[in-house]
């Protein structure tokens, strides 16, 4: 499925009879596909700072920049599911346990 198509998807077709449901619908569509995108961005960076990290030849420069993209990456990606893991508690709250907001 090409991203395109789920970025259509992002909002549900509900026509003019939209409820409150429906919003958490969406904003759960748009977190679990920018959840997607970041993770995806971080494993490139991560693959990105290893091939400079392989390719320092012992160059000390090198070796801290790779050093340096490894630990912005790192503590990033866990800011972003830390974001989320408070998103899925309060929508959890809001609308009981039974909401699924993984799917």
Same mark, same amino acid.
């Given at each position: 499925? /090409? +991203?395109?198509?789920?970025?259509?998807?992002?909002? +549900?077709?509900?026509?003019? $009879?939209? !409820? *409150? =449901? /429906?919003? #958490?619908?969406? %904003?759960?569509?748009? %977190?679990?596909?920018? @959840? !997607? &995108?970041?993770?995806? &961005?971080?494993? @490139?960076?991560?693959?990105?700072? =290893? *091939?400079?990290?392989?390719?320092? =030849? !012992? $160059?000390?420069?090198?070796?801290?920049?790779?050093?340096?993209?490894?630990?912005?990456?790192? %503590?990033? *990606?866990?800011? @972003?599911? !830390?974001?989320?893991? @408070?998103?899925?508690? #309060? %929508?959890?709250?809001?609308? =009981?346990?039974?909401?699924?907001? &993984?799917?």
């Amino acid at each position: 499925m /090409d +991203p395109f198509s789920q970025l259509a998807q992002l909002v +549900p077709a509900c026509g003019a $009879n939209c !409820g *409150f =449901g /429906d919003l #958490i619908t969406m %904003i759960k569509n748009i %977190i679990t596909y920018l @959840i !997607g &995108l970041s993770t995806v &961005l971080a494993a @490139i960076a991560f693959a990105y700072a =290893g *091939f400079v990290l392989l390719t320092s =030849g !012992g $160059n000390e420069s090198a070796k801290n920049k790779a050093k340096e993209i490894f630990r912005k990456v790192l %503590i990033g *990606f866990l800011w @972003i599911l !830390g974001a989320w893991l @408070i998103v899925y508690t #309060i %929508i959890n709250v809001l609308l =009981g346990s039974g909401y699924n907001l &993984l799917g």
